[in-house]
């Protein structure tokens, strides 16, 4: 039985040995560069991914030989909580960057092929804890050598934990000065704030107030056409109102603050319109009378003085061209009205000068005023005063 298996075996062997029978090839590991070799010739350019730029050590971008790169090729490397793109420049000759790696090297470097950063960013949006968070935005087309262009910087203010505050700072490099704040988000004031102009050229929309300046103007609106200027300042902080919406064809102009004038000033008021308006009246019931300058524009000044025989003697501002007024007697006896100019000021009475400083009566004496007397004055330059028009007996009076 033995001598048997052993010549069936043997006769298994014997077949066998006319069959091509190709035995496996030892098992060789797919390490990068034999794989980018059996890629070498293809159309597609290789794809490398490392974790250090220089060194020329395991996982270094330096590290592959120049003899294995194409021009185009691409790697990565994420070092440092950062991802770094790079391409293969076969033509480039820039020297190795061993501070920021925006140009690497290959170890091999002979005349040319250079290692170009195309972008860096950080991993994922989670910086690393740092005391000074910033992301640096660079730009390759700067002149000279590539600079920093932009900073944005999330800083912690204050506040217990749980309670933190922090301000962000958006910054850039202006007339060649690197750090230039152009916009910031106080937490401290709840606001973004900006030294820099604002040019837009859309709508504006907002919800809340308009504050102009810390302690300048705020406006506000009631979302139905009333818009408010509030002063906030160190001053009386009045207010101002423009309403756009209650009334038709007319724009209402209030106050919230009680507000009873508005001074131009010098500036001229000119409109092809109608002017409607009361005229300012001023009564003077104790005999004396000194007008402002602001008076002097357009106010009826009534003499009643509780003395019947008792005269109202009013003493007028420096005559400044433009002023007008008109006097009227009003009291219920006989008594007059007294004007006097100032010190350099005269009253042209009827066309006839009266003298510098001299006072005008009527009725020209005192204690003998007629109700209804009257006299519209105007100022003609900085020292004259006319005569617009008058009712009852008006002379001289000399100084008074």
Request: glycine letters at 14%.
């Amino acid at each position: 039985m033995k001598k048997l298996f052993a010549l069936f075996v043997l006769s298994l062997l014997i077949g066998c040995a006319g069959l091509n029978v190709k035995q496996p090839e030892p098992v060789v590991p797919m390490g990068g560069d034999r794989l980018m070799d059996m890629l070498a010739g293809s159309e597609v350019n290789k794809v490398r991914a490392f974790t250090a730029h220089i060194g020329g050590g395991l996982g270094a971008l330096d590290k592959i030989a120049t003899a294995n790169l194409s021009n185009g090729d691409i790697s990565f490397v994420i070092t440092g909580g950062k991802e770094y793109v790079y391409v293969f420049d076969a033509a480039g000759v820039d020297a190795e960057d061993t501070t920021d790696y925006r140009f690497i090297r290959p170890d091999d470097f002979g005349a040319a092929g250079v290692w170009d950063l195309l972008s860096r960013s950080a991993i994922g949006y989670t910086m690393a804890p740092s005391t000074d968070p910033v992301w640096e935005f660079m730009d390759s087309e700067s002149p000279g050598a590539d600079k920093s262009t932009a900073w944005i910087k999330a800083i912690y203010v204050d506040g217990a934990d749980g309670s933190e505050n922090g301000d962000i700072f958006i910054e850039v490099i202006q007339g060649g000065a690197e750090n230039t704040e152009v916009l910031r988000f106080d937490e401290s004031d709840d606001r973004w704030e900006t030294t820099k102009g604002l040019m837009v050229t859309g709508a504006i929309s907002t919800e809340g107030a308009i504050n102009l300046g810390t302690g300048g103007v705020v406006i506000t609106d009631d979302g139905d056409g009333l818009i408010t200027f509030l002063g906030a300042g160190d001053g009386f902080d009045e207010s101002l109102t423009i309403n756009l919406d209650d009334t038709e064809n007319t724009v209402v102009i209030g106050t919230g603050t009680g507000v009873t004038s508005i001074d131009f000033g010098s500036i001229n008021f000119i409109t092809t319109g109608s002017i409607l308006g009361a005229i300012n009246v001023v009564i003077t019931t104790d005999g004396t009378e000194s007008p402002t300058a602001a008076q002097m524009y357009g106010t009826m000044f009534i003499a009643d003085h509780g003395t019947a025989t008792s005269d109202t003697d009013y003493t007028l501002p420096t005559a400044v061209a433009g002023m007008a007024a008109c006097f009227y007697d009003n009291g219920a006896g006989t008594g007059g009205i007294i004007i006097d100019a100032n010190t350099d000021d005269d009253i042209l009475l009827n066309g006839t000068s009266n003298g510098t400083a001299q006072a005008i009566d009527s009725p020209g004496v005192a204690g003998d005023g007629a109700n209804g007397d009257f006299i519209c004055l105007m100022a003609i330059d900085a020292t004259s005063w006319i005569t617009l028009g008058s009712s009852g007996t008006w002379v001289g009076g000399g100084a008074d």
